[in-house]
């Protein structure tokens, strides 16, 4: 059992250091970029969209925070806004499938994932669902009454040393964060995989990546993005790609999978306070990664086969 937590912190540690070598510069360069006009740019572009999907020029504000930043961030200037009803679910929903980009897409192009499949697809998703949602439901233009708990006041800070201060500190604690929650999933992972339970999950998970179209060595992979997120469960995904050999096409559909649906259970519940229904947000979240992801399958494997026939019939006419 020694060995095997040896085994584990030493498989955590390199996974924190791989991830935290991205993590920390970016979370520092966009801390300090958010106190700059650069912050105010990017809302001021994005305002004449707003009107095609439903929301008001200040919706901006929080869409371009949870994007740019984190979901905590979005939500707190979401607390200080008066929004509709509808616009509050809209925005709810847009920041479940594309929130904290700077960071989770650096982290994809770590596993070996091209970027801009990871931002179409998450961009893409959020723009469809606002659209979608915007002229489906029709109701909801009532003011959000928003949960007990009030928006956060931000310290104003003054001089380029305290911005680059606080940039530090958010730098460090994501990487402490992040360390907390790898080194025992990998520990964990390790205890699994020695006492020969992740063979047993792997038949538990089968139904569901067959359905998905990935094979079965995916399931760790996909159990950790959903509990714990992109960016934690990509801890995992670049073990499994080492040591069980898994596809670059499953990295590829598993990942597709999880922008659009992970850490079902903080993401779901950060969204509490904006008094809205739960269930819709994480039903729609779910729905929309099965189909996704099993269309995206559909299409690559009949491409895979035409690509196979052509290759075939090239070699038979030479």
Same mark, same amino acid.
Request: charged content about 15%; glycine content about 8%.
């Given at each position: 059992?020694?060995?095997?937590?040896k085994?584990?912190?030493?498989?955590?540690?390199?996974?924190?250091?791989?991830?935290?070598?991205?993590?920390?510069?970016?979370?520092?360069?966009?801390?300090?970029?958010?106190h700059t006009?650069?912050?105010?740019?990017?809302?001021?572009?994005l305002?004449p969209?707003?009107?095609?999907?439903?929301?008001?020029? #200040?919706?901006?504000i929080?869409?371009v925070?949870?994007?740019?930043?984190?979901l =905590?961030a979005?939500?707190?200037?979401?607390?200080?806004?008066?929004?509709?009803?509808?616009?509050?679910?809209? %925005?709810?929903?847009?920041?479940?499938?594309?929130?904290?980009?700077?960071?989770?897409?650096?982290?994809?192009?770590?596993?070996?994932?091209?970027?801009?499949?990871?931002?179409v697809v998450?961009?893409?998703?959020?723009?469809?669902?606002?659209?979608?949602?915007?002229?489906?439901?029709?109701?909801?233009?009532?003011?959000a009454r =928003?949960?007990?708990?009030?928006?956060?006041?931000?310290?104003?800070?003054?001089?380029?040393?305290?911005?680059?201060?606080?940039?530090?500190?958010?730098?460090?604690?994501g990487?402490?964060?992040?360390?907390?929650?790898?080194?025992?999933?990998?520990?964990?992972?390790?205890?699994?995989?020695?006492?020969?339970?992740?063979?047993?999950?792997?038949?538990?998970?089968?139904?569901?990546?067959?359905?998905?179209?990935?094979?079965?060595?995916?399931?760790?992979?996909?159990?950790?993005?959903?509990?714990f997120g992109?960016?934690?469960g990509a801890?995992?995904?670049?073990?499994?790609?080492? #040591?069980?050999?898994?596809?670059?096409?499953?990295?590829?559909?598993v990942?597709?999978?999880?922008?659009?649906?992970?850490?079902?259970i #903080?993401?779901?519940?950060?969204?509490?306070?904006?008094?809205?229904?739960?269930?819709?947000?994480?039903?729609?979240? %779910?729905?929309t990664?099965?189909?996704l992801t099993?269309?995206?399958?559909?299409?690559?494997n009949r %491409?895979?086969?035409?690509?196979?026939?052509?290759?075939t019939?090239?070699?038979?006419i030479?």
């Open positions: 059992m020694l060995k095997t937590l085994e584990g912190l030493k498989v955590g540690l390199s996974t924190t250091w791989t991830l935290g070598k991205i993590i920390f510069p970016i979370t520092l360069i966009v801390t300090i970029l958010s006009p650069v912050m105010d740019w990017l809302v001021r572009m305002t969209l707003m009107g095609a999907i439903g929301l008001s020029g #200040e919706a901006a929080p869409l925070l949870g994007n740019v930043l984190n =905590y979005a939500i707190g200037a979401i607390l200080t806004l008066d929004l509709t009803v509808k616009e509050v679910f809209i %925005l709810a929903v847009m920041l479940s499938f594309s929130h904290n980009l700077f960071v989770e897409s650096a982290v994809a192009k770590q596993i070996g994932l091209k970027i801009w499949v990871v931002l998450r961009i893409g998703l959020a723009l469809a669902s606002a659209w979608v949602i915007n002229l489906a439901w029709q109701g909801g233009q009532e003011t =928003y949960g007990f708990v009030a928006g956060p006041t931000e310290q104003e800070l003054t001089g380029w040393g305290a911005i680059a201060l606080q940039g530090l500190q958010s730098a460090f604690f990487v402490i964060q992040l360390a907390a929650i790898v080194i025992p999933i990998m520990i964990f992972i390790q205890i699994m995989k020695d006492l020969k339970w992740l063979n047993v999950f792997s038949k538990w998970m089968a139904p569901f990546t067959k359905v998905l179209g990935v094979r079965e060595n995916t399931s760790t992979t996909l159990a950790a993005g959903l509990v992109l960016a934690y801890g995992v995904m670049i073990q499994a790609a080492k #040591e069980d050999g898994v596809r670059k096409k499953d990295l590829y559909l990942f597709i999978f999880l922008v659009a649906c992970h850490a079902v #903080e993401d779901t519940l950060i969204f509490a306070p904006l008094g809205i229904p739960l269930w819709p947000l994480l039903l729609i979240r %779910l729905v990664a099965v189909l099993i269309a995206v399958a559909i299409i690559w %491409l895979e086969k035409q690509q196979n026939t052509d290759q019939y090239k070699e038979n030479s």
